[in-house]
C-alpha cells in the first residue's frame, strides 16, 4: 500500500505507519487529516503535533520535487 516507504521519514513506530495506512488507505488521505483522525487512526496517545508537523514537511518535499 501506498505510504510506508514515505512515513519511514517520520518518527513514527512501524507499528503506527501500519496502523495509518490502515485506516486512512491511501498518503494522500494521511497528509489531509486532521489532528483528531490521526490520533483516533494511531489508537494510542502520541504527539499527533509533532507527526502532523513531521508529515507537513514530507508533502511539502515532495511537491516541490525534493529528495525525501
Known amino acids: 500500500p501506498q ?3 514515505i512515513l519511514g521519514k517520520t518518527n513514527l513506530l512501524e507499528k503506527d505507519v501500519k496502523l495509518l495506512v490502515s485506516h ?3 498518503l494522500e488521505n494521511i ?3 486532521d489532528k483528531d483522525s490521526l490520533s ?3 489508537k494510542r496517545k ?3 503535533d509533532s507527526l502532523k508537523e513531521d508529515l ?3 508533502k511539502e518535499k515532495i511537491l516541490e520535487g525534493k529528495p525525501i
Open 40 to 42: 483516533q487512526a494511531l
Open 3 to 5: 505510504g510506508f516507504r
Open 24 to 26: 486512512f488507505k491511501s
Open 46 to 48: 502520541i504527539s499527533v
Open 56 to 58: 507537513e514537511n514530507l
Open 31 to 33: 497528509f489531509m487529516a
